[in-house]
Structure formats: structure tokens, C-alpha cells
């Protein structure tokens, strides 16, 4: 074990735009793990790999079924092999942050956590499976990756920092909206994955639906919707006061992509919600939590390696 280390301290630590480039990679393919994952549901082919960790009960790989079409199969486990190059990623980061000398905590630390939240992940895709999809395993699934792309762009940033206190950029107040800005932006989530677990894409015809109005759930998440807008309005008061171009131009993709996420929101609900925007609806949501976590970071910088 001592030789094993040995030879692996010796290995050469990674520039820091390959780290960088990791990182990135660890973000996007986060985010589209999340949107394969809405296009398994959409089609109906949650259940279509009937058990978990195998395919069916014998076999990992799909095989002829009585029930689910051979489409249905390999789009359920397509999902779950991009999971394995979702971790090999993260497997990739991790090396990239603990090869870097001399180490730096909280770089290693994010890194460490991208493997290990791939692997909870997957479990959680196991238990959603094995408990025929039920909705609220559904949102816990969503969840866990909306907090993945988060830490992955926060590693994005730990890249080139220290392991020194943040220095927050701006007056105390502006620190208070984005804490506020990011609660909001969960809640609005969690309405979201409601509105999934009312409305009509289950995964799998047979599965039951969350015993709500699907219009409720859309005007609730509507509603945090509007409260999100009018935090990101006071940021922007606040961002004056700082004369950041940088943070300017973070809170400019961010509120863009809002406002075309929330458009893209009542243009799929008014359509009854097609299959298509629903995986773009998803993919809008990692985009506008990727954009969160960026400004919060770039708001929030540490000493430069």
C-alpha cells in the first residue's frame, strides 16, 4: 500500500486548465444525467428495466419482455450507463484535485464529494426503481443532481482559490439576497418536482400521482417563481453598489436564463406539458442553478492560487 502511494505521488499533477476543463465536464454532465433522466420519464420507460442494479431479474443488459418494448429498455438503460461516465468524470476530477501539490482542502474536498454524490445518486435511482417510482422518490432523484450541479460549479471556482476565508464582494445585505435567493430558488425546485408528481409523466403509466391539482401545484411553483424575480431585482440594486463588471455580467446569464426558463414554464403548461419541453424545462432548471452557484461564487471569492 505504502508502494502504491508512492507511486502515485510521484505522478506529474494536471495543469490547472486540464483541472479546469474536469471540472466543467463534471458540471455539464451532472446536468445532463438530470435530463436523461426527464426523458426516461417522458417516455414512459421507467420501469422498463424492471429491477436494480440488473436490467430484469438475471440479466443486466435489456432482453426480450412481454411488457416493456425494446425502445422503452434501452432508454432506461441508457440512463443508467451515462451514470457510470458521470462518475468516471467525477473519478477524473477527484485524481485531478488530490494529484494537485500541495494539496488544498476544500479543492479536494468538493472533488471528493463528485464521486461520492454519483455513487448516492445511483443508489437513489435503485431505490426510485425498486419502489416502482413513486413521485416523491422521483423529486429526491431530481434533487440530489440540483445539488450536484451546485457543488460543481462551486469546484469549478475552487480550482484557482485558496483554502482562506471567502472575501465577500459588496455590502453585507447583498450576501443576505443571495442567501435568500438561493432558499427561494430550492423552494421553487421542490414546487417543481410537485408539479412533476401531480402532472402526467410518470415514468410508467401504472405508477400513481401526487393527490393534488396539477394547476395548484403549477400556480405554487408559479408563485416562487415571482418571489425568486423580485429577490434577483433587489441583488441587482445592490450589485451597483459594487462596481463588479464580473458580477454584472454572472447576474446578467442568470437573469436571463430565468426569464426564459419561466417563459419556457407556462408555454409548456398552456401546451399541456409535450414531452419536448418537458426535457428542455429540465435542462433550463441545471442551467439556472448552475448560474446561481456562479454568481453566489464569483460574489463570494477567496485568494487566488
Given at each position: 500500500?505504502?508502494?502504491?502511494?508512492?507511486?502515485?505521488?510521484?505522478?506529474?499533477?494536471?495543469?490547472?486548465?486540464?483541472?479546469?476543463?474536469?471540472?466543467?465536464?463534471?458540471?455539464?454532465?451532472?446536468?445532463?444525467?438530470?435530463?436523461?433522466?426527464?426523458?426516461?420519464?417522458?417516455?414512459?420507460?421507467?420501469?422498463?428495466?424492471?429491477?436494480?442494479?440488473?436490467?430484469?431479474?438475471?440479466?443486466?443488459?435489456?432482453?426480450?419482455?412481454?411488457?416493456?418494448?425494446?425502445?422503452?429498455?434501452?432508454?432506461?438503460?441508457?440512463?443508467?450507463?451515462?451514470?457510470?461516465?458521470?462518475?468516471?468524470?467525477?473519478?477524473?476530477?477527484?485524481?485531478?484535485?488530490?494529484?494537485?501539490?500541495?494539496?488544498?482542502?476544500?479543492?479536494?474536498?468538493?472533488?471528493?464529494?463528485?464521486?461520492?454524490?454519483?455513487?448516492?445518486?445511483?443508489?437513489?435511482?435503485?431505490?426510485?426503481?425498486?419502489?416502482?417510482?413513486?413521485?416523491?422518490?422521483?423529486?429526491?432523484?431530481?434533487?440530489?443532481?440540483?445539488?450536484?450541479?451546485?457543488?460543481?460549479?462551486?469546484?469549478?471556482?475552487?480550482?484557482?482559490?485558496?483554502?482562506?476565508?471567502?472575501?465577500?464582494i459588496g455590502p453585507p445585505v447583498l450576501g443576505r439576497a443571495l442567501q435568500a435567493s438561493t432558499v427561494l430558488l430550492l423552494a421553487l425546485l421542490v414546487a417543481g418536482t410537485m408539479v412533476t408528481g401531480a402532472g402526467p409523466h410518470a415514468g410508467d403509466a401504472q405508477t400513481p400521482r401526487l393527490a393534488v391539482p396539477v394547476e395548484t401545484m403549477a400556480h405554487v411553483h408559479a408563485a416562487f417563481l415571482y418571489a425568486f424575480l423580485a429577490v434577483l431585482a433587489g441583488v441587482a440594486l445592490l450589485l451597483r453598489q459594487t462596481g463588479s463588471a464580473r458580477l454584472?455580467?454572472?447576474?446578467?446569464?442568470?437573469?436571463?436564463?430565468?426569464?426564459?426558463?419561466?417563459?419556457?414554464?407556462?408555454?409548456?403548461?398552456?401546451?399541456?406539458?409535450?414531452?419536448?419541453?418537458?426535457?428542455?424545462?429540465?435542462?433550463?432548471?441545471?442551467?439556472?442553478?448552475?448560474?446561481?452557484?456562479?454568481?453566489?461564487?464569483?460574489?463570494?471569492?477567496?485568494?487566488?492560487?
Amino acid at each position: 500500500m505504502t508502494a502504491l502511494k508512492a507511486r502515485i505521488d510521484a505522478i506529474a499533477p494536471l495543469s490547472r486548465r486540464a483541472q479546469r476543463t474536469l471540472a466543467w465536464a463534471v458540471v455539464v454532465t451532472q446536468a445532463l444525467i438530470a435530463v436523461t433522466g426527464s426523458v426516461v420519464r417522458v417516455t414512459g420507460s421507467g420501469l422498463a428495466c424492471t429491477t436494480w442494479p440488473e436490467c430484469h431479474p438475471g440479466s443486466m443488459v435489456p432482453t426480450e419482455h412481454p411488457e416493456y418494448a425494446d425502445l422503452n429498455q434501452w432508454i432506461e438503460f441508457g440512463n443508467r450507463l451515462f451514470t457510470g461516465v458521470v462518475g468516471l468524470i467525477a473519478l477524473a476530477a477527484f485524481a485531478a484535485a488530490y494529484l494537485e501539490r500541495p494539496r488544498r482542502s476544500r479543492y479536494l474536498k468538493l472533488a471528493m464529494a463528485m464521486p461520492l454524490g454519483v455513487a448516492v445518486q445511483a443508489v437513489l435511482g435503485g431505490i426510485t426503481v425498486r419502489l416502482d417510482l413513486l413521485w416523491w422518490t422521483v423529486a429526491v432523484h431530481f434533487l440530489a443532481s440540483a445539488v450536484m450541479v451546485w457543488l460543481a460549479v462551486m469546484l469549478v471556482y475552487a480550482v484557482d482559490e485558496q483554502d482562506g476565508p471567502a472575501r465577500p464582494i459588496g455590502p453585507p445585505v447583498l450576501g443576505r439576497a443571495l442567501q435568500a435567493s438561493t432558499v427561494l430558488l430550492l423552494a421553487l425546485l421542490v414546487a417543481g418536482t410537485m408539479v412533476t408528481g401531480a402532472g402526467p409523466h410518470a415514468g410508467d403509466a401504472q405508477t400513481p400521482r401526487l393527490a393534488v391539482p396539477v394547476e395548484t401545484m403549477a400556480h405554487v411553483h408559479a408563485a416562487f417563481l415571482y418571489a425568486f424575480l423580485a429577490v434577483l431585482a433587489g441583488v441587482a440594486l445592490l450589485l451597483r453598489q459594487t462596481g463588479s463588471a464580473r458580477l454584472w455580467k454572472h447576474y446578467a446569464v442568470l437573469i436571463v436564463l430565468v426569464l426564459a426558463q419561466g417563459a419556457l414554464g407556462f408555454t409548456q403548461f398552456a401546451l399541456g406539458v409535450p414531452e419536448l419541453l418537458v426535457a428542455l424545462h429540465v435542462m433550463g432548471a441545471m442551467a439556472v442553478i448552475a448560474a446561481t452557484a456562479a454568481l453566489w461564487s464569483a460574489a463570494h471569492p477567496r485568494e487566488r492560487v
